[in-house]
C-alpha cells in the first residue's frame, strides 16, 4: 500500500509541475485516502483488533 502511496504522490507533484491541475488532484485525492485507510489499519493492529496469523 505504501507503494501505491508514493506512486499516487509522485504523479501528483509531476502534473501539478506540468500544469495538469485536476488529474494533480485525482492523484492527491487517491493518495490521501490510501493514507487514511494505511492509518486505520496501523492503528487496528496495534490495538489488537487485527490479528495477522
Known sequence: MLK???IL????????LLGFG???G????????LIVVALIMFLLLLFG???IA
Open 26 to 33: 485525482v492523484a492527491l485525492t487517491g493518495a490521501k485516502v
Open 49 to 51: 483488533v487485527v490479528a
Open 4 to 6: 501505491w502511496i508514493l
Open 9 to 16: 504522490l509522485a504523479v501528483a507533484a509531476i502534473a501539478g
Open 22 to 24: 485536476r488529474i494533480s
